[in-house]
């Protein structure tokens, strides 16, 4: 097997998904320092404007890896990733796992392909009599919104996989105590800089008043990333007098509900729902930003794309502050307790960024920093995951 061509397996663009982004930003430089073939995800057509994609070598989704190719395959917990997991277990690969929770995963392919029966030989194969039990109660209706936090089921998957790929050390340590024996290796996140933009043209566009602090929430909008606890953040910021105006950046299930809070909470003047943001959108809102928000709780493990798009801005982060996020530099990344104890956190860091100008020039400075030193750069982040690749394949061999 040589490392030095790489069959990928991923979401690609025009898909709305964070991997999808991510492949976008690594691909051309992985294709540069490799031969790399590209799977062609189930109904997928090739994008108007990504040169990129038409100028590598594309296969079916079920067609066998060339000879010679070691095969990365990149797990989400989401239904985009399906096609992916079916593909591992027919071929296995080396898994680049983006989430070391995949229980959503496994919920979905189960109700995808109706056997349950085998969701629940897995479930218990991963977790025991409890797993079973687990399987048996959301047959019968019944789950509780943490199950799937609790019950990761991971090595699901991975016991598949000929080694795998992970971004942060609580990914590694997570892989290596339910998958004894399996290779892993850490690489960094690919996040790029964002485009550039205009930061009082798009403040003003974003009306966000003189003096005023702006916050930015972004990704796909879903209960676990902390909106209600933004929300009464806001209201309390409010109720202080912080002149303080909100941005929120993606779609998702919360987006309809999220509105009508805001409506209710009498705080549409400070409020902007964006919705989907293009690049260049993108680069602009980020550009405008003061403070990015990650209050993510619970969390499948993933490392936060949306945090690292805020330090490459120059943007500080709140993030809820356990697991994977405590990885993020507490100079760039402010910990606010998980969940609504948050509220109160994330008031004491506006009110500290809004009446300390130094504060806030030393956090841009530091953000950029946490981004840069951190290999995020999508050409430093493929050089690391082809050397990964080499080191994992010749350990498997």
């Not at 690969?93 to 629940?120: K, M, N, P, Q, T």
């Not at 996140?189 to 966000?208: K, T």
């Not at 500290?352 to 981004?371: G, I, V």
Request: net charge neutral.
């Amino acid at each position: 097997m040589s490392a030095t061509n790489i069959l990928w397996g991923s979401p690609l663009p025009p898909t709305r998904s964070g991997i999808a982004d991510y492949a976008a930003e690594l691909l051309p430089h992985l294709a540069r320092e490799a031969e790399v073939t590209v799977l062609e995800p189930p109904g997928w057509e090739l994008p108007a404007g990504a040169p990129w994609i038409d100028a590598l070598r594309r296969l079916p989704p079920d067609a066998p890896a060339p000879t010679g190719s070691a095969t990365l395959l990149h797990l989400g917990n989401n239904p985009y990733h399906l096609w992916v997991a079916r593909r591992l277990r027919r071929f296995g690969g080396i898994v680049v796992l983006h989430d070391s929770v995949l229980h959503h995963l496994l919920v979905e392919e189960a109700a995808e392909d109706g056997d349950w029966v085998r969701f629940s030989d897995e479930l218990s194969q991963a977790h025991g009599d409890a797993g079973r039990a687990l399987a048996t109660a959301r047959q019968l209706g019944y789950t509780g919104t943490l199950d799937p936090f609790l019950f990761p089921a991971r090595q699901v998957y991975l016991r598949h996989a000929s080694a795998a790929i992970v971004h942060t050390v609580r990914a590694e340590r997570d892989v290596a105590a339910s998958c004894p024996g399996l290779p892993v290796c850490r690489v960094p996140l690919a996040v790029a800089e964002p485009a550039p933009g205009d930061r009082p043209a798009w403040r003003e566009r974003l009306r966000v008043l003189p003096g005023e602090l702006l916050l930015v929430h972004l990704g796909f909008l879903t209960p676990a990333k902390g909106l209600a606890v933004v929300l009464r953040a806001l209201a309390a910021m409010d109720e202080l007098g912080l002149p303080v105006r909100l941005a929120v950046v993606g779609e998702g299930s919360e987006a309809a509900a999220f509105e009508a809070a805001v409506a209710a909470a009498g705080l549409r003047d400070r409020v902007v729902v964006w919705g989907f943001a293009t690049a260049a959108d993108l680069g602009g809102i980020l550009a405008a930003a003061d403070l990015g928000l990650v209050p993510r709780y619970p969390t499948a493990g993933e490392t936060s794309a949306a945090a690292l798009r805020f330090l490459a801005a120059g943007t500080p982060v709140a993030v809820a502050g356990y697991r994977q996020f405590l990885e993020l530099s507490p100079d760039a990344a402010f910990r606010i307790a998980p969940g609504r104890a948050g509220v109160a956190d994330l008031v004491r860091v506006a009110g500290q960024l809004l009446t300390d100008e130094s504060a806030r020039s030393k956090t841009r400075s530091d953000a950029r920093r946490a981004w840069e030193e951190g290999g995020h750069a999508p050409g430093k982040a493929a050089r690391a995951l082809l050397e990964a690749v080499r080191g994992l394949s010749r350990d498997v061999a």
